[in-house]
């Protein structure tokens, strides 16, 4: 029993005639009517009682007529779904971020759903590093990442630099204007954002303090962001992070001031060289590297 002879029986049944079926087939009525006896012969009963003007279906054409409609319309919901996904309008989008570039998720996401609300997201966390392995291991198909990176195989679109700020904790007096000298830093406990892997924002902060002929006091290193906002508000010290994690917590509930001279951190879109992107993956790389923060 093929696909062939099932569309045969359904066009017979929903048309009412042979001859009509076979008219909407483009075929001519004798070899429909030999396919129709060909499946009953298979199957080794009858599933339509004839007469000269009209078909009726026997309690068994009944039977077959609603099992195939099932085979038919799953057939064409597979092949529209398939097709769907190559347009990149149906499916799922992995994406790896670090958790001080979520921010940058919420507007492109938002954009994304609108043109295409089929496609669902899946997103991963953690640190640079983290990020590329999940892009070697293609669990991802797109990170989201700080600079720089480890690997050599990934293609890199920068997508913003962002200046280091420093946040205080509620009732501290560290700055009161919007910028503060790292020089000041140095009287402090301080919580920095390390990821693993290269020179990155806390070597980048350590080397300019250096400069400035001082050892800064760091009481806690951490690749989640949020780990340290949240450190701040228990009063623990004054956190060092790109100013984009400021938005991960409700505006106005911290205090910050950007560390001049300014540290800038770069932030990138990333994906491996030697993958095709899926076609949702090429629909939000364009909205992201489209979209203002």
């Known amino acids: 029993m093929d696909l062939k002879k099932i569309l045969y029986f359904v066009t017979i049944v929903e048309e009412g005639q042979i001859t009509r079926a076979a008219h909407k087939l483009h075929m001519a009525q004798p070899p429909l009517s030999l396919q129709l006896k060909a499946i009953e012969e298979e199957l080794g009963v009858t599933l339509i009682e004839r007469n000269n003007k009209s078909i009726e279906l026997t309690q068994a054409g009944l039977t077959f ?63 640079s590093r983290r990020v590329e392995e999940l892009l070697q291991a293609r669990t991802i198909d797109l990170g989201i990442t700080r600079l720089p990176l480890e690997s050599d195989n990934l293609n890199v679109i ?83 992070v790109p100013k984009l994690a400021i938005q991960l917590r409700p505006e106005g509930t911290l205090s910050h001031a950007e560390i001049t001279p300014m540290l800038k951190s770069d932030t990138a879109l990333i994906w491996l060289k030697n993958r095709r992107l899926s076609k949702a993956a090429e629909h939000f790389k364009s909205i992201l590297m489209h979209s203002s923060i």
């Open 65 to 127: 007529y609603s099992r195939a409609k099932e085979i038919l319309d799953s057939v064409d919901g597979m092949m529209s779904e398939v097709k769907e996904q190559g347009m990149g309008i149906r499916g799922k989008l992995s994406i790896g971020t670090v958790m001080s570039c979520v921010s940058y998720l919420p507007k492109p996401i938002r954009t994304f759903q609108e043109q295409y609300p089929a496609v669902t997201f899946r997103l991963w966390e953690g640190d």
């Open 158 to 240: 920068r997508l913003h630099a962002e200046p280091l700020v420093a946040v205080q904790p509620s009732g501290w007096d560290v700055f009161r204007a919007p910028t503060v000298s790292i020089k000041e830093l140095k009287k402090y406990p301080l919580l920095v954002l390390h990821g693993q892997g290269g020179k990155g924002i806390f070597e980048t902060f350590v080397e300019m303090c250096e400069t400035f002929d001082f050892t800064p006091n760091i009481v806690c290193e951490s690749p989640d962001v949020a780990t340290l906002l949240t450190l701040v508000d228990s009063g623990i010290g004054v956190a060092v």
